[in-house]
């Protein structure tokens, strides 16, 4: 079993659609957990950034963690088609201080106008 | 633009062959990351150094190694390549160790023929 396992779509949604972007992870003792939005031919970029349980809002953005059933989520409200682009869950697996970046393989988002 | 700086963009080689890949990290930051983004394997943490020292380590094949110099710009010296090799490899740099946020390049796309 993947340490963090990840739909790799694609999903396909109109323009102004809520999405739901979804990770499970394996190991209960992570508390660091983010998203990535990654656009084609681009490097990863932080988007949101979540510690231990809970949710946290960004703009259109909201991450969610639920640590009893292990499960990380984005939703993206009002979408629009710059948002077309691969997500990525990730896991920080420290247990020494330095970070150590478990991904997913990723979610392909494609918004149509 | 993340300010960190990835070299060359492309490379094409062939087997049994040996690569370098360069990265120089954003201005100021002590921390870098070597990562490989293959389509089956999605992107996966290979080592870290920080300030010159190694720190963490990943799934990096012992073919590979890595190295930060003392200007901190860090090397990804790839040999005996396979076609598995194939991938994109990717840098990013973050402030510390610990920090949460890492800045990642755009990418050097490795094709081994």
């Known amino acids: 079993q993947k340490e963090v396992e990840q739909d790799p779509g694609p999903l396909s949604v109109p323009e102004g659609a809520i999405v739901s972007l979804n990770c499970t992870y394996s190991n209960s003792a992570f508390q660091y957990f983010m998203w990535y939005r990654q656009y084609s031919r681009k490097g990863p970029e932080l988007l949101m950034y979540?510690?231990?349980?809970g949710n946290k809002e960004d703009g259109r953005f909201t991450a969610q963690v639920d640590k009893s059933s292990k499960y990380i989520s984005l939703f993206i409200r009002d979408s629009q088609p710059s948002d077309s682009a691969t997500y990525l869950c990730?896991?920080?697996?420290?247990?020494?201080?330095?970070?150590?970046?478990?991904f997913g393989t990723g979610t392909r988002l494609l918004v149509s106008p | 633009d993340s300010g960190v700086t990835q070299t060359p963009k492309h490379l094409i080689t062939a087997t049994g062959q040996r690569v370098t890949l360069r990265c120089s990290p954003r201005s100021g930051d002590l921390s870098v990351y070597w990562y490989q983004q293959s389509l089956d394997q999605g992107l996966q943490f290979l080592i870290q150094?920080?300030?010159?020292?190694?720190?963490a380590k990943g799934n990096i094949l012992e073919r590979f190694s890595a190295q930060q110099f003392p200007d901190l710009h860090s090397e990804l010296n790839l040999s005996s390549l396979e076609l598995g090799d194939s991938a994109l490899y990717f840098c990013?740099?973050?402030?510390?160790?610990?920090?949460?946020?890492?800045?990642f390049g755009p990418g050097t796309r490795l094709t081994v023929l």
């Open positions: 990013a740099s973050s402030p510390s160790t610990g920090n949460n946020e890492q800045f």
């Open positions: 979540t510690y231990s349980s």
């Open positions: 990730a896991i920080d697996e420290r247990n020494t201080g330095f970070q150590k970046l478990v």
């Open positions: 150094y920080y300030n010159g020292e190694e720190r």
